[in-house]
């Protein structure tokens, strides 16, 4: 399994971008595919999962209490998307897209952190400013 993200850059505050990630080599008939971001200096933390065989999302908490980003699928079921609005300079971070394929309860523990995702993409870079 490969994962290729794109969409990253830099934008102002305010502005938007639409991560994209497209997995090679994995079906999306189950598991979970997702987004996890990096700032400078901070931990790397769950961003949102989606179940890729039925649409279910999974935010972290403190993503949806900030709103404004959203994950989908994007054209087929081995690609996701994370549509982000209102960005601030407090977003500025690499993201980088993950997925598990067996999914179930790996899905919400991997967003928390609790089990590993085990195949992580490059990372695109978002930047605001």
């Known amino acids: 399994v490969q994962l290729v993200e794109s969409g990253g850059g830099s934008v102002q505050a305010g502005g938007s971008l639409t991560l994209s990630c497209i997995a090679s080599g994995y079906t999306g008939s189950r598991g979970c595919m997702g987004w996890f971001r990096q700032a400078p200096g901070k931990e790397r933390e769950g961003v949102a999962v989606?179940?890729?065989?039925?649409?279910?999302?999974?935010?972290k908490e403190s993503v949806r209490v900030r709103g404004g980003f959203t994950i989908a699928q994007g054209a087929s079921k081995n690609s996701v998307l994370l549509q982000m609005n209102g960005l601030k300079p407090e977003d500025t971070a690499m993201f980088y897209c993950v997925l598990d394929p067996v999914g179930g309860s790996r899905c919400m523990a991997g967003l928390h952190g609790e089990v590993e995702f085990p195949y992580w993409g490059q990372g695109t870079q978002v930047t605001v400013s």
């Open positions: 989606i179940v890729t065989n039925s649409g279910y999302t999974m935010y």
